[in-house]
């Protein structure tokens, strides 16, 4: 891809707080850890919010309480990318979209206002796998963010490598065409890497992360659901 110079740049000022909005404890690593990562670099200040505790996962690595097991690997996945505060929440998993998004967004805005956040941070739209929990999430960090009067960042994937991961793993991804990108962040990946290794009971070694991460390369997109500019629009 060459085209890279027609993406925006992120600058993040040290000390900005960022909330993630995410669904599952996986998605601060599989999904998100390598812009978390990026953004700790800048110096922001990153907390999770994780509506579920994951345990409806198919990929049952374990006979133990998935729940429970899945709480401990979103702790040590969240010590490795330097977040510095998780909540989890005990929504059910598979289920997200059944609550209403206003009591999503009230428990959102909580956590945000208490860390005085600056940015909401999650996944597109789209899902990026199509998953309902994680749409239901991504529209109540919306919703939140209008609210609140913040930003929100969507990590997305390029239609290319979305299409490249439907057709090799005989699912669904949903990427984004080339002017709906609207950021290029450069990334290294070595913490994601050990934070996704923090989840064995997702089956780490037989996921379709590790084929997406040699696509992306150092490259992860972003877009704005909710831009910095739209707020200031509104503002005047
Ligand atoms: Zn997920």
């Not at 374990?62 to 989890?88: F, K, N, P, Y």
Request: with cysteine; proline share 4%.
């Amino acid at each position: 891809m060459n085209e890279t110079e027609a993406y925006s740049s992120l600058s993040i000022s040290p000390g900005t707080s960022v909330l993630a909005v995410v669904a599952h404890p996986d998605d601060e690593s599989f999904g998100l850890g390598a812009v978390i990562s990026a953004l700790g670099e800048s110096g922001a200040r990153v907390s999770v919010v994780c509506f579920t505790r994951g345990d409806a996962s198919t990929l049952r690595g374990s006979t133990d309480d998935l729940g429970a097991q899945r709480t401990s690997e979103l702790a040590d996945a969240a010590r490795v990318l330097g977040i510095e505060r998780v909540e989890l929440l005990d929504f059910q998993d598979g289920n997200l979209a059944s609550v209403p998004t206003s009591t999503l967004v009230s428990l959102i805005r909580a956590i945000a206002t208490d860390e005085s956040t600056q940015m909401l941070l999650t996944f597109d739209e789209g899902g990026l796998t199509g998953h309902p929990d994680h749409i239901a999430a991504t529209a109540a960090a919306t919703a939140a963010s209008r609210a609140l009067g913040i930003p929100t960042l969507a990590w997305t994937l390029p239609q290319q490598i979305a299409l490249t991961l439907s057709s090799e793993f005989g699912t669904v991804f949903v990427g984004r065409s080339d002017d709906q990108l609207d950021i290029r962040l450069t990334v290294n990946r070595d913490l994601q890497v050990k934070a996704a290794h923090c989840h064995p009971s997702q089956a780490v070694s037989g996921s379709p992360l590790w084929r997406r991460l040699e696509l992306l390369g150092n490259n992860e997109w972003l877009r704005w659901l909710v831009a910095p500019t739209s707020i200031n629009d509104e503002e005047a």
